[in-house]
T-cell receptor, first 111, second 112 residues
Framework: DQQVKQNSPSLSVQEGRISILNCDYT??????FLWYKKYPAEGPTFLIS?????DKNEDGRFTVFLNKSAKHLSLHIVPSQPGDSAVYFC??????????FGTGTRLKVLA | ETGVTQSPTHLIKTRGQQVTLRCSSQ?????VSWYQQALGQGPQFIFQ???????GRGNFPPRFSGLQFPNYSSELNVNALELDDSALYLC???????????FGPGTRLTVL
């Protein structure tokens, strides 16, 4: 039972354009969501998070949107840069310890 | 501020052997979680340790066990290794103040 799904294994975007990465979840008990970025041979790096009481959170070029009724969240990166090329994981949690991750989306930003 | 470190970086074992992986948490963090990331998958939660006690466990058999030490560093032990245990093992630490987990670079375990 995959509680967090990232249905797009890969995404290519031109430098300077918007990247939109999507994530769906099934567990209505999740109250906190996070996005992590992972480069090869490194561990995941925390990017941005959102509480279920919000529908939007911004941090610089990164914005996460949460649609609880649709059980959907998305990560927007504007403008996209070549250094953003990485695998992006979304995760949900209903507590402070057990993160449930999606399978990741590989983003490639073309110069 | 020192980040999360893990050792060794890579490890090759044969089926049936036992392995111990190590993790030092980020300074000020007293909670450590372990995850297994198989190829093409997202990290899967194994268990978490808080103040030297197991504080939650994922869907992994008892041959996966752990320890946390008074300095908050941690070990993951896997007995009777199976081929499917080949994966990247990630350690993450967090403080009680915040929810975000900070990950180490991982240990790549190959079971032959």
């Amino acid at each position: 039972d995959q509680q967090v799904k990232q249905n797009s294994p890969s995404l290519s975007v031109q430098e300077g354009r918007i990247s939109i990465l999507n994530c769906d979840y099934t567990n209505s008990m999740f109250d906190y969501f996070l996005w992590y970025k992972k480069y090869p041979a490194e561990g995941p790096t925390f990017l941005i998070s959102i509480s279920s009481i919000k529908d939007k959170n911004e941090d610089g070029r990164f914005t996460v949107f949460l649609n609880k009724s649709a059980k959907h969240l998305s990560l927007h990166i504007v403008p996209s840069q070549p250094g953003d090329s990485a695998v992006y994981f979304c995760a949900g949690t209903s507590g402070t310890y057990k993160y449930i991750f999606g399978t990741g989306t590989r983003l490639k930003v073309l110069a | 501020e020192t980040g999360v470190t893990q050792s060794p970086t890579h490890l090759i074992k044969t089926r049936g052997q036992q392995v111990t992986l190590r993790c030092s948490s980020q300074s000020g963090h007293n909670t450590v979680s372990w995850y297994q990331q198989a190829l093409g998958q997202g990290p899967q939660f194994i268990f978490q340790y808080y103040r030297e006690e197991e504080n939650g466990r994922g869907n992994f058999p008892p041959r996966f066990s752990g320890l946390q030490f008074p300095n908050y560093s941690s070990e993951l032990n896997v007995n009777a290794l199976e081929l499917d245990d080949s994966a990247l093992y990630l350690c993450a630490s967090t403080s009680t103040q915040g929810d975000e987990q900070f990950f180490g670079p991982g240990t790549r375990l190959t079971v032959l």
